[in-house]
């Protein structure tokens, strides 16, 4: 199913001229715990992202995290290794993984996309636009809509401070992706999304709309299995 919707989406981006992932990266949170499954998902959808992403300085990249020697996560950017897909895989499950449960400090991820904006001197076009965070929640279980939008908002009043202009920091979407069914979402703030629980529907729509995903996209995957296909609304 990934290997058909790389395809589709491949197809899209010439049809379109420019894909709806252009301005996107994916972070990996792989740890010793993620189930089989999850670290397929995750490494899958890393995958896609970041080869669907236009732009040299973020194509074919990825950001996972390392330990630091306190044990504190440390968010890397890695450009994808393989000549194929089974290639590409490989290098992300052996590269992508986490030995620390400790919380994550998602102003060090802001951090690292503007060091590669200010090496790279890219234009704002450039500027990563959305950062879907694809985790089984170790590491990021203190990660709430509220805490996230703080995050993002006391990066942005630490860069302005120095004069640097980085609005709009990206929307983040961070997705929880341990527990195979039940999806639903929140979005209490703005530029955060937070999402919880997969199936095959909710992918499908995670691809079709370029990552926009929240309440209204889940309700849709919820309901788009045939036997549901019968039901009328009434109002």
């Known amino acids: ?3 058909d919707m790389y395809l589709k989406q491949q197809q899209k981006q010439g049809e379109e001229g420019l894909g709806k992932f252009k301005n996107c990266l994916a972070v990996c949170n792989i740890t010793d715990h993620t189930a089989k499954l999850q670290r397929e998902l995750e490494v899958s959808l890393g995958l896609l992202v ?5 732009d040299p300085a973020w194509k074919g990249k990825v950001i996972s995290f390392g330990d630091l020697p306190d044990g504190q996560p440390q968010p890397l950017l890695h ?6 897909l089974k290639s590409k895989c490989e290098f992300m ?7 620390s449960n400790k919380s994550v400090d998602y102003r060090t991820v802001c ?13 704002a076009e450039q500027m990563i636009k959305k950062v879907f965070v694809l985790t089984d929640c170790i590491g990021f279980f203190n990660c709430t809509s509220k805490t996230l939008y703080e995050a993002k908002q006391s990066k942005l009043e630490e860069l302005e401070a120095s004069g640097y202009d980085a609005r709009p920091l990206p929307h983040i979407l961070l997705w929880d992706i341990s527990n195979w069914k039940y999806p639903h979402s929140e979005e209490h703030h703005p530029g ?4 919880s629980g997969v199936n095959n529907n909710l992918i499908k729509s995670f691809m079709d709309n370029g ?13 788009a299995d045939k036997e549901f ?7």
């Open 111 to 123: 951090d690292l996309i503007l060091e590669v904006v200010e090496n790279e001197n890219l234009k």
């Open 211 to 223: 990552g926009e995903i929240g309440p209204r996209q889940v309700m849709e995957a919820a309901i």
């Open 50 to 54: 970041s080869e669907l992403n236009e």
């Open 192 to 195: 955060v999304t937070l999402m």
């Open 79 to 84: 450009s994808i290794q393989g000549d194929d």
């Open 1 to 3: 199913m990934v290997e």
């Open 229 to 235: 296909q019968t039901f009328s609304v009434v109002d």
């Open 93 to 99: 499950m052996r590269t992508l993984r986490i030995k």
